[in-house]
């Protein structure tokens, strides 16, 4: 059965999305807690990515990299991020190339980077994570919990690389491997179940708030994560046990009257309310100052995402679905008759 405290979170996470890209100042956003709330939508995005993933690979019982790896499992999860994100690429990029904003090779490259609008960076991320995410399903399913130490020995080892060879930031914002500790955190949030210690929940907790509060409060400056410190690698340890608890806590899904059925829906479509909000902010999303554009902003996001990603699945991974069944069925009866 579908966890539906995912789909609350992913709902709440997307309104944060929203809600960070307004033209907040600095000390706005210490003032209301950005830090402990707004900051942390894409650690959990990717939390729960990391859980079920491990759900979807324990129950199809696949491990082995040939499995996880077929192009009837990988190409559908590519096409359903791609496809949405040509369509909003293509608006963008005629906008600007029409109204010289930029050239066309500079248009072309932005089709790497994520295209536009804030947020941009999550497309090439989503593309990473769909291509690594089984290599990391392996080691971990191969080493157990020598798996998660290697992994996050990387995690760790890639940030230190970023930060003594002074790696630009424009590079750093694109890699998935900063997000590999929360994905490692999702994994084996799936695999403890009601095993994990409260205990020591509680001690990661208060080490988390404290590391946030020392980071973003008192002028702390870390020596290896000097890089977007605000989701950085020992925040896990805050927004884990956040999210650990929600999934302890929320076991039945909200009744209607208290918006369960509003939030599951922004939730089940937090990608395609994504790529809405790229483009309503490049073009109008901060006409207004933060506090007149909010309300609206996240109304017309969420509305637009949920018929965007409605129209997706007609025009576009209905259509790609039937594509892929009648290739994989020419294929087994090719083999048939060989």
Request: net charge positive; with cysteine; hydrophobic share 50%.
């Amino acid at each position: 059965m579908r966890k539906r405290i995912f789909d609350y979170l992913k709902a709440i996470c997307i309104i944060f999305v929203v809600t960070t890209h307004l033209l907040w100042t600095d000390q706005q956003r210490l003032n209301f807690l950005f830090p402990y709330t707004v900051d942390m939508a894409i650690p959990v995005f990717m939390i729960i990515s990391g859980y079920v993933n491990m759900l979807s690979a324990n129950k199809h019982k696949e491990y082995s990299l040939k499995n996880m790896y077929a192009l009837q499992i990988i190409i559908p999860k590519l096409t359903r991020i791609v496809a949405p994100y040509i369509v909003v690429y293509a608006f963008l990029a005629l906008v600007f190339i029409f109204n010289g904003s930029v050239s066309v090779s500079e248009a072309a490259l932005a089709f790497f980077t994520g295209g536009w609008g804030p947020g941009s960076y999550y497309v090439p991320i989503l593309i990473q994570f769909t291509l690594l995410s089984p290599l990391m399903l392996f080691v971990i399913k191969e080493f157990k919990y020598k798996g998660y130490a290697l992994l996050l020995s990387l995690n760790i080892l890639l940030e230190a690389c970023f930060t003594y060879f002074k790696i630009p930031v424009d590079i750093y914002r694109l890699s998935f491997f900063r997000y590999i500790v929360f994905v490692c955190a999702g994994m084996y949030l799936y695999e403890a179940k009601d095993k994990i210690n409260k205990t020591v929940l509680s001690i990661f907790f208060a080490l988390g708030v404290g590391y946030i509060m020392a980071a973003n409060y008192f002028g702390y400056t870390p020596k290896i994560f000097t890089n977007w410190v605000v989701t950085s690698f020992p925040t896990v340890l805050y927004i884990f046990p956040v999210v650990a608890v929600s999934v302890m806590v929320f076991t039945k899904p909200l009744p209607d009257k208290f918006g369960g059925k509003i939030l599951a829906t922004v939730g089940e479509t937090t990608y395609h309310i994504y790529l809405v909000q790229m483009v309503w902010y490049v073009l109008y999303g901060n006409y207004f100052g933060p506090w007149i554009m909010l309300i609206p902003n996240v109304i017309l996001c969420c509305v637009g995402g949920i018929i965007f990603s409605k129209l997706d699945n007609i025009f576009f991974q209905k259509p790609i679905k039937r594509l892929l069944n009648r290739f994989e069925n020419k294929i087994y009866k090719e083999k048939q008759n060989v």
